[in-house]
């Protein structure tokens, strides 16, 4: 099929990065001759990526283009902020803010079609933007709104449509598979989280209790080696944390942005059904319109008869354009998503990789801690 | 639910250390040297649905025993029992007595097998028999503990120069009938309860007497300390343990995850996500056995030395109980010479008051010597072991991802 072909030369050199998320974001890319410079930096508002996701729906959707979604909103995550609270879990909250936002604009970046639409160009370049309204639709439970009204309009629908290629109903099919599975595992990768934090806190507590022991024990040799495994208890205590920083970065957050895809991948499935349902709808009307022509030549009105043909003529031209609609539509849905496998399988690859190097490099630390303390241990006389 | 544990207790789950296997877990927590005239182990033990019946098995060469070679079976209650008799025992009043062993307690596993039971429709048929595997793993480990523990107990009796001549002891493992030892009623335990509230009401009477004797002044003040601290860090090495077994379980859950994933299809990332199922699998099993080891090492050590410094407590008590009461025998003397009346009575009590204590005071000095003795060669014996397979296992682990990431990375 030639639409893999087209797939091969799609790269880039895009680098968006985003930093210093506290309020205002700020982001600096290198890029491609279209673009003014190399590298510039620009501030943006976290209403701002809202904004132009909204702009991108309305217009790249109905093409069929799967949208990535920017981060959800979270009133609670952002009063912290804003409030100005230093405790661990804001500044969590800051961090996966920003890594979000940076995920999100590398996907917008590497799409060959979007890097084009104007809105983005805007987003990167112009210095000030103009303040985003109505992003109101777009918090978490928004967002899934709008993918289930445009379901629900599929579902209302009362002609069936008859698919002479399955490939979009296999696709379709696979799409709600994996997704349901995805969420299974953000689930189990979450749990994992928690224990891991959960025995970070108890880690740091045992140490201080292995501490207090040391002092109590009056073996010299064993109050020593009591006193150095509670110091590698403490460090077990970092190596926990790195790890559910790693868990939940790396490993959950990769599930969730791309349970948020599949999302985004269905809704232009259900934009092609769509683009398929406003063709039949014109058939349709082109039907009632040619059934009037007809009874008002029996009915021999000749005035009427001309705005009759007029709107024949209209409805034949608005059949064969929403025919063109549908086919284009179609045709962009399939590249979309071949581009997306693609992507994707490249996305859980280098992220799973990263995970498991970081696991590896915990590992190694391990056993540097347990080697040092070994010899204390031996010593205990 | 009945499992049976024949010969040696070899056949462990995997996740259990190697070590557990077939060697006699009596030297685990206490530094024991054996003994050719006598020896005792626990050879099997039957786990029924609400008792365990251990067999003891003795060889000794001493005359007092009818054979050289003989085993009983025995539940717990007869282990309370026998160690209940030491402690009534005036004449052991200066040792200090081997801690009793736990009682066998499945019923947090056995719910959890009953949830698993009841949960049976709600999963696929690999989940349900991975998860039923874990947890009669878990009973296995929790059954093989509580043999350890009884065993543990019976050697340091055995080992002990004064109790392992005891009469009781001695038919605890020759009767072969049952003893008869039913379990204590409402009434008793009610006696028990204010006997030891007696008895903490006096220790904190007589702990408040500085004593004369350099010695145990410090002995006492070392072993309150102790034993709270040990208290501390046994419930929070339990805690950090069980954190880290629910961090294995989740991994393991993921991994299943992962493979339903990969199993979707054959393209590249499925092949991508069933390598990586099988090493979180792996993994996992290894960081289980991670969790098992600090408990066997770490946990069991702090909790058995938590019963052995309540036990050398329980010595100093004992002693200075009798401190008072030679000191209030001395008091009688004085007011008894000083009236002229009952004197020779008021003298052979003093006297037997001043022996009783020089008694204990001696015998306790020893024991709390060797206490210490074995104290720090048990710490040092599990912290090695510790410190060792902490390094097995993360070896293990590496390699693992060593291999894995050099298989992923070179098929991108």
Sequence with gaps: LQLEEDEAKDSFDVDVAVTNPEKVVQFKDTSL??????????????????????????????????????????????????VGMDDPSSVEFVERRRAALERYLQRVVSHPSLLQDPDVREFLER???????????????????????????????????????????????EVENEEQQLRKLH??????????????????????????????EDNTALSRA???????????????????ASDFFIFEELLADY?????????????????????????????????AEAKLLWANKPDKLQQAKDEITEWEARVTQYERDFDRVGMTVRKEVLRFEKEKAKDFKSQIIKYLEAMLQSQQRLIKFWEAFLPEAKAIA | MRSCCQEGLDDGPDFLSEEDRGVSPRAVNVDLQTDATLQVDISDALSERDKVKFTVHTKSTLPNFKQNEFSVVRQHEEFIWLHDSFVENEDYAGYIIPPAPPRPDFDASREKLQKLGEGEGSMTKEEFTKMKQELEAEYLAIF??????????????????????DLNFHVFLEYNQDLSVRGKNKKEKLEDFFKNVVKSADGVLVAGVKDVDDFFEHEKTFLLEYHNRVKDASAKSDRMIRSHKNAADDINRIASSLYTLGTQDSTDLCKFFLKVSELFEKTRKIEARVAADEDLKLADLLKYYLRESQAAKDLLYRRSRSLVDYENANKALDKARAKNRDVLQAETSQQLCCHKFEK?????????????????????????????????????????????????????
Aim: aromatic share 6%.
């Design chain 1, 33 to 82: 001759p279209m673009f003014r410079s190399k590298a510039f930096t620009v501030r943006r508002r976290y209403s701002d990526f809202l904004g132009l996701y909204e702009k991108l729906s309305v217009k790249q959707s109905l093409l069929g283009c799967i949208i990535p979604p920017p981060p959800e909103k979270s009133v609670v995550g952002m009063t912290k902020v804003k």
């Design chain 1, 127 to 173: 210095e000030e933007l103009p303040r985003a309204v109505s992003t109101q639709a777009l918090s978490g439970a928004g967002f899934l709104k709008m993918i289930n009204k445009a379901s629900d309009a599929v579902n209302k629908m009362t002609i069936k449509m008859n698919e002479s290629d399955t490939w979009f109903e296999d696709k379709f099919q």
């Design chain 1, 187 to 216: 689930a189990l990768v979450d749990s994992l989280v928690n224990h891991r934090k959960e025995l970070c806190g108890n880690t740091a507590v045992f140490a201080k209790s292995m501490a207090m022991l040391g002092n109590s």
């Design chain 1, 226 to 244: 009591l006193s150095q495994l509670a110091e590698v208890e403490d460090k077990m205590e970092q190596l926990h944390q790195e790890q559910a």
């Design chain 1, 259 to 291: 349970i948020r895809l599949l999302g985004a991948m269905r809704g232009c499935f259900d934009q092609r059904m769509r683009a398929w349902q406003r063709w039949q709808e014109a058939q349709s009307t082109l039907q009632k319109k040619r059934e």
């Design chain 2, 144 to 165: 093989k503990k509580t043999v350890a523990m009884h065993e543990v107990f019976l050697c340091r009796v055995a080992a002990h120069p004064v109790l392992r001549k």
């Design chain 2, 360 to 412: 204990i005071s001696e015998s306790a000095k020893q024991e709390l010597i060797d206490f210490k003795t074995r104290r720090v060669a048990a710490f040092r014996k599990n912290l090695v072991e510790l410190a060792e397979l902490e390094l097995k296992h993360a070896k293990g682990n590496l390699q693992l991802l060593q291999s894995c990431l050099g298989v992923l990375k070179g098929n991108t």
